[in-house]
């Protein structure tokens, strides 16, 4: 059989700090209705100063080679929108906290679609025998980008990690990512953007009158472009793998908003409860969405093994994404961490 990566471990983690929409209700003009029913969100996690996308992506990884019984890993790749600094990468610092100083280790930056990029790379080193392990982690601290008088952005993003971890196997196996399909449009970089601190608008003293540094997103066309990619390129995986949308027991799209999750599931002919959901906890945590709704799934028992799995994601670049695979066997979380 046809060398495949496969997924041995499924962990996340959330800052401990609890931001509800009641508390967003008093510091923008929105109400708490208006968040749930326009997003889905109720409350997110966001970090306190001091806590770093290093710090919770580690924490994830710590907790999915825990759950796989494994302290070994050959590279470390960690997807996210807000490192620790522009320079240089995160997942040198989150590999040396594991323990595994020496290791390959880099970053993918793919906004919400991060993750799957992600994936991407560690599937096919791993399936290309480059590497045994790959460690696949989606990190994000998005509340230090955002504007604190921004209420649209304000009331979306939240912090988290989520993290996966990939062992060589066969395809066919339970855990094997059997597809992933990756796109870009880069005429659409200005809809989600932060303008300050690269080339363009550098972060530079003399520079601050006119730097923008925080995200801007622009709401509606975001919305109307992920729905439209995300259904393409979760049919271009189906086509792929040769799966019916019937044959779907789950999709897991990023965790943007409620409507675009039901609207997808919708496209594509699936009924809306085949669509995990876990945005009303966590908000849109971007490159960390789509491991932790995987980790929140895994905890509740909603995921059984040899079910078929549908990622689908649209980020900032423009890029989206779209994986198949089935779950695996994993063993029953003994003392299953809050998050
Ligand atoms: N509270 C109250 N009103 C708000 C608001 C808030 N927090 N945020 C925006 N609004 C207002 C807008 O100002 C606008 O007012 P106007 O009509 O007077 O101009 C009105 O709501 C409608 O704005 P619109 O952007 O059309 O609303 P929407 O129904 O599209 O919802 C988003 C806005 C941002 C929730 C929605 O567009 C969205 O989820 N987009 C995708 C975002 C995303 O997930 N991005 C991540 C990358 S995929």
């Known amino acids: 059989m046809a060398h495949a990566a496969v997924v041995a471990a499924v962990a996340g983690h959330l800052p401990p700090h609890v931001v509800t929409n009641h508390e967003l209700a008093q510091r923008f003009d929105t109400t708490e209705e208006w968040i749930r029913t326009r997003t889905g969100i109720v409350q997110r996690h966001h970090v306190r100063a001091g806590t770093a996308t290093s710090d919770l992506a580690a924490e994830a990884g710590r907790r ?12 470390v790749i960690v997807a996210t929108t807000t490192p620790d600094r522009p320079c240089p990468a995160t997942a040198p610092t989150v590999a040396s906290k594991l323990g595994l100083t020496g290791v390959a280790a880099y970053d993918i930056a793919a906004v919400c679609t991060g993750f799957l990029y992600a994936l991407q790379a560690g599937a096919s080193a791993v399936a290309a ?61 200005d809809l989600i953007t932060v303008r300050a601190g690269g ?55 990023h965790q943007a908003n409620i409507r675009i999750l039901h609207a997808v599931a919708e496209r594509l002919g699936l009924p809306p409860e085949r669509a995990l959901v876990n945005l009303d906890r966590v908000g849109n945590t971007a490159a960390a969405s789509i491991p932790l709704a995987l980790a929140h799934g895994r905890r509740e028992r909603r995921l059984g093994t040899g079910d078929r799995v549908l990622l689908t994601a649209f980020g900032g670049g423009a890029t989206w994404g779209a994986a198949a695979l089935t779950w695996p066997d ?10």
């Open 129 to 189: 025998g480059a590497a045994r392990r790959a460690l696949v982690i989606g990190a994000e601290t998005f509340s230090t980008l955002l504007d604190p008088s921004d209420r649209t952005t304000g009331v979306i993003f939240g912090d988290g990690a989520g993290a996966v971890l990939l062992r060589a196997g066969a395809r066919g196996e339970a855990g094997a990512i059997e597809a992933v399909h990756l796109g870009s449009d880069g005429t659409l970089a």
């Open 199 to 253: 080339s363009e608008q550098r972060a530079h003293p003399d520079d601050e009158a006119h730097a923008d540094p925080y995200f801007r997103m622009d709401g509606r066309p975001v919305f109307m472009a992920a729905v439209r990619r995300m259904t393409e390129s979760a049919h271009t995986v189906l086509r792929r793998t040769g799966w019916a949308v019937d044959d779907l027991d789950h999709l897991v799209g």
């Open 330 to 339: 994993l063993p029953d979380l003994q003392h299953p961490p809050a998050t």
């Open 64 to 75: 999915a080679l825990a759950s796989a019984g494994e302290d070994h890993a050959d590279v």
